[in-house]
C-alpha cells in the first residue's frame, strides 16, 4: 500500500496493493493495523454505498456536530472526488483539494472529520463507497454549496450539474455554520 499526500496534508491518497491475474484481481479495501501505520487510526461505524449517473453533483456535505471521516473509494465508473478544509484555525482552511477516484484506478481518499466532501460523476454511472467515522445524523448535516465563488472548487462539468434540492440550496461558504472539533 503506498499513501500519496495531498495539496492539504491531512487528506491522503491511498493506492492499495493490487493483486491481478487472468481470472480478475484482489484488492485489500480496509485493514485496521496497516491503516493505522499510515495515521488513519480510527473506529469507522458506518459503510455507505451510492449510485449515480453522469453529471451528478453530491455536496459539499458535513456534519456540524458527529463530524465524519470518510474513507472514500470508487468501484465502479469514475468521479471528481473533493474534500474542503472546515476546521476553523487550520492553516488550509477554506481549501479544497480533488482527485479522481475510479474502479479502475482503484485509489482511496481518506478525508478526516472537519472535512466537507462532494464529487462529480464523470463516467455514464459510477458506484461510490465510503466508510464514516461516525453516524449520519440528518439534524447535524450541512450543506455548502457546490459552485461556492470563494471556494472556487474547478469542477469538471460539460454540462449543468444533476444537484438534490438540498444541494441547490446549499449556504454560501461565508455564511456557513462550521463543524465544531473537540480540542486536543
Known sequence: MKVVSTRIADVLLIEPDVFSDERGFFIETWQKRKFAECGIDYAFVQD????????????IHYQVRQPQG???RVSF??????????RRGSPTFGKWVG???????????????GFGHGFCVTSDVADVHYKSTDYYAP?????IRWNDPE?????????DPILSARDRAGELFAN??????ERT
Open 77 to 86: 465508473g469514475e468521479v471528481f472526488d473533493v474534500a474542503v478544509d472546515l
Open 48 to 59: 455507505n454505498h451510492s449510485r449515480s449517473i453522469r453529471s451528478t453533483l453530491r455536496g
Open 151 to 159: 471556494l472556487a472548487i474547478e469542477w469538471p462539468l460539460d454540462d
Open 99 to 113: 482527485t479522481y477516484l475510479s474502479g479502475e484506478n482503484k485509489q482511496i481518499l481518506w478525508i478526516p472529520p
Open 139 to 143: 439534524e447535524h448535516e450541512r450543506c
Open 70 to 72: 470518510k474513507l472514500v
Open 176 to 181: 456557513a455554520e462550521l463543524p465544531e472539533l
